[in-house]
């Protein structure tokens, strides 16, 4: 769930998982193990949020309208 969040919001802005881990310092893979994970890194989470331009609570919702997001590049 977080994963497909992240994942269509990295695409919308033209940058892949891979390399959003590689920028951020996270093993390979690590984004997509936090389906999986019973916690999640509150650090990582707000590292990925910085990244993409968006509020780290965004990560979180389940079923997103990605079209109602406001990225901070965007305003």
Do not use: C
């Amino acid at each position: 769930m977080i994963y497909q969040t992240i994942k269509d919001i990295a695409k919308k802005q033209g940058l892949p998982i891979r390399q959003l881990e590689h920028d951020l310092g996270f093993a390979n893979g690590t984004i997509n193990k936090w389906d999986k994970a019973s916690t999640l890194s509150i650090p990582k989470i707000k590292a990925v949020a910085t990244k993409l331009g968006i509020d780290p609570y965004t990560l979180l919702l389940v079923g997103l309208d990605l079209d109602s997001v406001e990225l901070k590049n965007e305003r």
